[in-house]
């Protein structure tokens, strides 16, 4: 596997702004996913990392560093419905697999 | 927008049992996945389907097959249910490539009694 670390909880208040870390074995690595998933629900994919840098997609942005086995997920002015699990998972070379780390979960307080 | 419909949303079975999953997507895509979550563990791939008929072993296919006979279907057995095999089941499918995201169905929340 590719050993996908990323910490268990996190808690943040309404509007304010998370940062998800996830490392990563760099060995044959080829892109970076993230995923949200609400209790009970589907993974829905939220981005998509393959070079090195920041990607953003209005509130969530995620960045990259390929040569440290890095990622984050930046959430911003967060809401009560960001509340969820985040997935962070890794692909290797042209291998169809992904690798999931065990998930973050994020919950926002008024 | 990709459906991935995945036939139950709870089940429960006796040990012993054997039990199907099944999954339909809906746009076209070659391949196809199943894996279980469970708490602290994240995703685990079970088996995957890159083409019909094609069929690989993930990371933990022991004590379950596959079947892909049609391209938009995606059949997960459990040959001889047992307790361990209690979890949230979830499918997915993709286009091919390394930088296509995967689209989840809403999962089966199987429990084998």
């Known amino acids: 596997g590719q050993n996908i670390d990323q910490p268990t909880e996190m808690t943040a208040t309404e509007g304010a702004i998370v940062q998800i870390n996830c490392t990563y074995q760099t060995s044959g690595f080829n892109g970076l996913f993230w995923y949200q998933q609400h209790a009970g629900e589907a993974p829905t994919f939220l981005s998509y990392n393959v070079l090195d840098g920041l990607e953003e997609k209005g509130r969530f942005s995620s960045f990259l560093s390929r040569s440290k086995g890095y990622s984050y997920l930046l959430l911003k002015e967060l809401q009560m419905k960001d509340s969820a699990s985040y997935l962070c998972a890794a692909i290797k070379g042209n291998d169809y697999k992904l690798s999931f780390g065990a998930g973050t979960t994020v919950t926002v307080r008024a | 927008d990709v459906k991935v419909t995945q036939s139950s949303r709870y089940l429960v079975k006796r040990t012993g049992e054997k039990v199907f999953l099944e999954c339909v997507q809906d746009?076209?895509?070659?391949?196809m996945f199943w894996y279980r979550q469970d708490p602290g563990l994240g995703l685990r791939l079970i088996y995957f389907s890159y083409d019909v008929k094609m069929k690989e072993k993930g990371d933990i296919p022991e004590g379950y097959s596959v079947s892909r006979e049609k391209k938009e279907r995606f059949s997960l057995i459990l040959e001889s249910a047992s307790t361990n095999q209690t979890s949230m089941y979830l499918c997915a499918s993709r286009l091919p490539g390394s930088n296509q995201p995967q689209h989840f169905g809403d999962g089966t929340r199987l429990s084998i009694l």
């Open positions: 746009m076209d895509h070659e391949n």
